[in-house]
């Protein structure tokens, strides 16, 4: 009901006071409920809004320091892996050299060709290991290959062709180490060459 200097309106119906108990946010309910002066919100809600945010900052945090770490580590395995490779080649050109000596000494007439042997020569040593700039590789064995479980020598054997022997073959096992000093890395690759001496052309 309205009144008119605390007079009631004609033909208005009763007057209904307010109590004065109570907040003044329930005697005044039109009034704006107070703020929060630097966010603007309810201190309840900045309260919770705060925890919220501090929560997504901790996981943003973690998946930072773990997408940090797993790329840390990735770039690591690619540069060594890339040394590896490295390592690898330098013991491949090892066996090439290998071969190119072995073919040669039997053109020679030489089929002892056991290293290190009793009677190696200074050259064999040099040319079984060779540094290069940023590497090197070194032969560790150069030997007839052994049979697994025996001890027969893949030396001297019977080779055929059509029933018929026209000659012998020998495999040799070599073992090359190729190196990268400077990342401490060394790649071991072993092979099996075989030569055939035809003594019939066929």
Excluded: C
Aim: no cysteine; glycine share 10%; net charge positive.
């Amino acid at each position: 009901m309205t009144t008119f200097g605390g007079r009631r309106a004609p033909g208005s119906g009763p007057v209904t006071r307010w109590a004065r108990g109570g907040s003044a946010q329930e005697r005044h309910p039109w009034r704006p409920r107070p703020t929060s002066p630097v966010l603007g919100v309810v201190p309840a809600r900045a309260g919770f809004i705060a925890f919220y945010a501090f929560i997504m900052l901790l996981i943003l945090g973690i998946f930072g320091i773990s997408y940090w770490l797993v790329s840390r580590l990735t770039t690591d395995m690619i540069f060594k892996e890339a040394h590896r490779i490295r390592a690898r080649n330098f013991a491949q050109a090892g066996i090439e050299k290998v071969m190119i000596n072995i073919l040669n000494q039997y053109r020679l007439g030489n089929a002892k060709l056991d290293y290190p042997g009793k009677y190696t020569i200074e050259r064999i040593d040099k040319e079984y290991n060779v540094q290069f700039g940023d590497g090197r590789y070194r032969v560790e064995l150069v030997r007839p290959y052994v049979l697994p479980g025996s001890f027969k020598e893949m030396f001297g054997v019977p080779y055929y062709k059509n029933q018929v022997l026209i000659g012998f073959y020998d495999v040799w096992q070599v073992v090359v180490v190729g190196e990268v000093p400077g990342a401490n890395i060394s790649a071991r690759v072993e092979t099996l060459v075989k030569v055939i001496r035809n003594f019939v052309q066929y």
